[in-house]
């Protein structure tokens, strides 16, 4: 092995070291978890909606959802998170996190993904990760503690931070590139966020015009993505064609232009085009780090704290500190989830040691178009002034359940 291979893993090493709780054992309260329930929400679209890829332009999105983790313990303490808990193997072994403690969050969610492995963990990994789950035991570690989660990952780098709107999803406007400028348009000027992204895919000119639209609507002062879809709208050949003609607007990045697995079309992209591209939300982390940040595929990666958890997050963090490349965290649900991805953000290693570095940003889908927006009884809101929102302070998540607005969405509870 060369000098330089051997320092590279001495140092993944190390950053996976550095992802262990920093908790002494003699300091861990003795909590013991007594059940769990996850609560099925589901709610309307005031209109339909669909991906701008989609075949034949079908708006057949009429409603959006999510699952709401919350974990109870002996101590009276209540953690909650939102994404993966753990399905069938869960339902079948409770025993993986009935009567343990919350501070064994980490072996929880190995033992739990372990488990959802396929036979011979054939890649792509489609693990079942407990990333919901994972988030409520760090919630609740925190509240034991008397802490915020972000404190308890070492350094928090960031008192306050920075959401794109994501926005721009296929709706019945005529002109269509009208309606894309006047919604981004809103979203930025109007309430205020910094950062923006807009659903491509339609076809090269359609797209072209419709960000041209766009751009000119809300300026150069805006970070602008773009997204064309995880099938992957276009294949590489016509990605770098198109790639081309969108230099010229500034992009901050593009999301997913072909599949997300065809690593030699990115690895084409990214030597042609001089548009930072981004992927892996819907990945297993391990596969993200092996394929996307080890060999350098992409500019920017895409994990959900709903699959990934405070601890797998924690994980891809240190890898994409350790290759330079950028972490833009994917996120589509309730408030809930949303300060997970502030605390989870808060924390992140700097990737760039540039004197005027890229944002540190994170996806925010907007209020009309989430899951039970008012699950936390204080409203997730950016400041009109610079795009920000302050990262929650309470101990654990820093956030209190509205229940009412719990009840008011759920189709579903499943008691473990």
């Excluded at 739990?112 to 011979?120: Q, T, V, Y």
């Excluded at 297993?284 to 092996?290: A, F, Q, R, T």
Aim: hydrophobic share 40%; charged share 25%.
């Amino acid at each position: 092995m060369l000098r330089r291979d051997l320092l590279k893993h001495a140092l993944k090493g190390a950053a996976m070291m550095a992802a262990a709780p920093r908790v002494e054992a003699a300091n861990v309260p003795p909590i013991k978890i007594t059940g769990m329930k996850v609560h099925r929400l589901s709610q309307k679209l005031k209109e339909p909606m669909g991906y701008c890829c989609a075949p034949g332009g079908v708006l057949g999105m009429t409603a959006v959802g999510a699952s709401v983790i919350e974990v109870q313990t002996d101590s009276g303490i209540t953690g909650w998170g939102d994404g993966g808990w753990g399905g069938e193997v869960l339902r079948k072994q409770r025993d993986l996190v009935i009567g343990r403690s919350p501070f064994e969050a980490e072996a929880i969610f190995d033992q739990i993904g372990e488990l959802s492995a396929p036979p011979f963990r054939t890649p792509p990994r489609q693990l079942n990760t407990p990333g919901g789950l994972d988030v409520a035991l760090w919630d609740i570690m925190g509240k034991a503690l008397g802490k915020p989660v972000s404190a308890l990952f070492g350094k928090e780098r960031r008192k306050r931070v920075m959401p794109y709107a994501s926005a721009g999803y296929r709706k019945n406007w005529s002109p269509l590139e009208a309606g894309f400028a006047e919604e981004i348009r809103h979203w930025t000027k109007d309430i205020g966020f910094r950062a923006a992204k807009v659903k491509t895919g339609y076809d090269p000119n359609t797209d072209v015009k419709v960000l041209t639209a766009v751009r000119k609507a809300i300026g150069d002062g805006v970070h602008l993505g773009i997204d064309s879809g995880t099938p992957g709208a276009y294949d590489d050949g016509t990605a770098v064609s198109l790639g081309r003609r969108l230099e010229e607007l500034n992009l901050e990045f593009w999301e997913e232009p072909i599949n997300k697995y065809d690593l030699e079309g990115y690895r084409r992209l990214r030597a042609a085009l001089k548009i930072p591209l981004a992927s892996g939300e819907a990945l297993p982390i391990d596969w993200v780090i092996e394929n996307y940040i080890n060999k350098h595929i992409v500019d920017i990666v895409q994990p959900d704290i709903s699959e990934a958890g405070f601890t797998g997050g924690r994980r891809i963090s240190y890898a994409a500190w350790i290759a330079r490349v950028r972490l833009v965290p994917h996120s589509w649900g309730t408030p809930v989830r949303i300060a997970s991805e502030m605390h989870w953000v808060a924390c992140f290693p700097d990737t760039s040691t540039a004197w005027n570095p890229p944002p540190v940003l994170f996806e925010l889908h907007l209020p009309h178009e989430s899951p039970a927006w008012g699950l936390t009884t204080v409203p997730v809101q950016v400041d009109k002034k610079d795009g920000m929102i302050q990262v929650p302070t309470g101990p654990g998540l820093g956030i209190e359940i509205n229940r009412d607005e719990l009840a008011r969405y759920r189709v579903e509870l499943i008691e473990i």
